[in-house]
C-alpha cells in the first residue's frame, strides 16, 4: 500500500486543479491528484473557454467570496504569469413582470444590490433604455431594468485548469490521469483511496468529483441529495466582431422568463450564451453529448428579440454537467464523522471561485478548519439533512 501522500485529490477537474495547486504551495511533493479521465475532458462541468467572473452575488457571503476569489487569481497570474481573469464589466438584466419574485429561489436585482452593498461592491442601476444607449447591442425597453458592475468579467476556464496543475507539478505534486477511484475509505485516522492498479493511503482527501461523488463517499457511509442536469451553451459566429469585442461588450446575465448569460467573443470567434438550470435531470452515466434542439430554438428566439447582431450562424454547441444540492448552495465541508475527507460540490455556479475554493479545501484538509466563512455551505444543514427539504431552483 503506497504511503508516501500526506493529502490525496479525487477530480482534476476547475476546483480539485486549484485544490491540488494550494496543497502543493504547503505539501510540496506529499500531494497526489487522481482524475479518472485524461486531464482537461469534457465530460464533467470544468471544461471550455470561459466562465462569468462577478462581484455581483444575490447572497452577501457569496458577494464576500467573489472579492476573496478575485485576489487568489491574481496571485495565481502572478506566481504563472498567465492572464486568467479578463475584466469586460458585467451588466444584469431583470425583466419585470415574467417571474413571480416571491418564488424562493428567484433572483432580483434588490437582492444583488443589498449584497453588494453589504460587501461595499461599487455598482450601478440602469433602465433598459440607459442600457442600450450605452450598449447599443441589447434592445430593451422600460420593461427591463439593470445593475453594472464594472470589475465583472471573465475566467479562463480551460486555462485556469491547466495552470493550477502545472504549478502543482513544479512544486513537485504526483498526477495520475486516466485512473478511476473505485473507493474513497475511512481508516482510521487516515483514509485509503482505491484504484484498480493501487491503493493509496493518506492523513486526509479532497474529493471534487461532482457527478461521480456519491459513488467516491458510499466508502464512507454518505450518500449526498444531489441532482445532476445536463446544461449547454452554443457559440455564434457573429459577423459583428468589433461590436462585441471584450472592451466593447460585458459580460451579461438575464433574469425573465428563462435565466440566460453570455459573453463576448473570447476563446473562439464567436459570442457565446448558454441558459442557467434549464436542462433536464441526468447521471454522469445517462447524460449524451446532444445539444437539445428546444433550447438552441429558444436562444435564437431570445437573441433575435433582444440582441440581434450577437447572432450569426452556430458555430457549435456543446453540453456540460451541473451537480446541485436541493438549496442550490455550495457543499465544502469535511464529513462529519470522518473529517479527514473533505468534500465539494459546486452547484454549477463554482468555477468564478475556483481557486479560492481549492485554498479552503487545503486548509480543511491540512488544518481541520478555515477562517473563511462557510457555514452556509456545510453539510449538516437542512438541504442535505432533511429528506422532506423542497428543492429549489435559482433563476
Known sequence: MNQKFETIVIGCGGIGSAALYWLSRRLGGKVLGIEQFALGHVRGGSQDHSRI???AQHQAEYAELARQAQDKWREVEAESGVSLLLKTGGVIIEQMGSRDLSLSGVRDLGGYGRAMTQQGIAFEELSGPEVSQRWPQFQLTEREKAIYQADCGLV???KSNAVHVA????????????TPVRAVRPSGDGVEVVTDRETYRAASA???SGAWTNELLAGA??????AVTQEQVTYYATPHLREFAPDRFPVWIWHGEHSFYGFPVYGEVATKMGQHNGGPEVTAETRSFEPDAVRQERYRQFLARYLP???GPELYTKTCLYTV????NFVLDQVPEHPQISVVIGAGNAFKFATLLGKILSELALDRQTEHGIETFRLDRPAI???SFQREVHA
Request: no cysteine; net charge positive; proline share 11%.
Open 206 to 208: 479532497v474529493v471534487a
Open 309 to 311: 447582431r450577437f447572432a
Open 156 to 158: 479562463d476556464a480551460a
Open 53 to 55: 467572473f462577478r462581484l
Open 221 to 226: 457511509g454518505i450518500t449526498l441529495p444531489l
Open 325 to 328: 444540492p436541493p438549496d442550490q
Open 167 to 178: 504549478l502543482a507539478r513544479a512544486r513537485g505534486a504526483t498526477i495520475l490521469a486516466e
Open 385 to 387: 439533512q432533511n429528506p
